[in-house]
């Protein structure tokens, strides 16, 4: 089973940056989704963005018009870039992938956002 790869996370103060990656060690073909989910201490993991094979994006109220979702243009890859981050933000960071046939888990980065 590929697991994908993920980096970027950090320590960051309120109202700073950040960028996640997610890459594939493969190539992963016949994509639906590709998919940052989060998970807070004590929370459920919660979907954060979504994008389509077709480009669409869809976001949580929580982070809309603060995150932006993207893809790579050559290998299988997705990104995050987070702005204006908020204390409530702080969480374990997951990307997914999810084909016609399989699904596909990293294995989550810890972003921390200081007040």
């Known amino acids: 089973q590929v697991q994908l790869v993920e980096s970027g996370g950090g320590l960051v103060q309120a109202g700073g940056s950040l960028r996640l990656s997610c890459t594939a060690p493969?190539?992963?073909?016949?994509?639906?989704?590709m998919s940052w989910f989060r998970e807070a201490p004590g929370k459920l993991r919660e979907v954060v963005a979504v994008?389509?094979?077709?480009?669409?994006?869809n976001y949580a109220d929580s982070v809309k018009g603060r995150f932006t979702i993207s893809k790579g243009n050559a290998k299988t890859s997705v990104y995050l870039e987070m702005n204006g981050l908020k204390p409530e933000d702080t969480a374990v960071y997951y990307c997914?992938?999810?084909?016609?046939?399989?699904?596909?888990w990293g294995q989550g980065t810890q972003v921390t956002v200081s007040s």
């Open positions: 493969k190539r992963i073909t016949d994509i639906k989704t």
């Open positions: 994008i389509s094979s077709d480009e669409k994006t």
């Open positions: 997914n992938i999810e084909a016609y046939y399989n699904s596909y």
